[in-house]
């Protein structure tokens, strides 16, 4: 009976542990990602483009990249409100080495276009820091 409440007891905190660090995570990934967000809606593209991955970075080059998303955000208007609607995570990503990536959908609402969707994808460094290494919104 004493091991059987031991192993329920054990069985208990191990779940407790797996939660927080899932939990931890998505804390970090969400903050990192509202922060670069943060600086696209402010129409800091130069420093969007330097604070995301190296991966983005090599995908498309910087006038590229403030080319398509000053076209993509001047648009839509200011931002007024941004929710998030799903987390998922990946080992593997098409066009993307494998690695640890986590994929978040925001529903976004801005002045000139009413509601979007945004779709923001992270990569973690060597270093354990997550960084945008793609944008799209629809």
Do not use: C
Not at 58 to 69: D, F, L, V, Y
Not at 125 to 134: A, C, H, K, M, R
């Amino acid at each position: 009976m004493i091991k059987r409440l031991f192993a329920i007891f054990l069985l208990l905190l191990y779940i407790n542990t797996v939660h927080a660090e899932k939990g931890d995570i998505l804390e970090k990934v969400e903050s990192s990602a509202r922060s670069w967000l943060g600086s696209v809606d402010r129409g800091q593209y130069k420093e969007s483009w330097e604070s995301s991955s190296p991966l983005l970075r090599a995908k498309t080059p910087e006038a590229e990249w403030i080319k398509s998303i000053t076209a993509i955000r001047s648009s839509r208007g200011a931002m007024n409100a941004r929710f998030i609607a799903t987390a998922s995570a990946a080992k593997s990503l098409s066009g993307f080495p494998d690695g640890d990536y986590v994929i978040l959908q925001f529903y976004t609402t801005f002045t000139e276009k009413g509601l979007i969707m945004e779709t923001v994808t992270l990569a973690k460094t060597q270093d354990g820091i997550w960084q945008v290494s793609e944008y799209a919104i629809k």
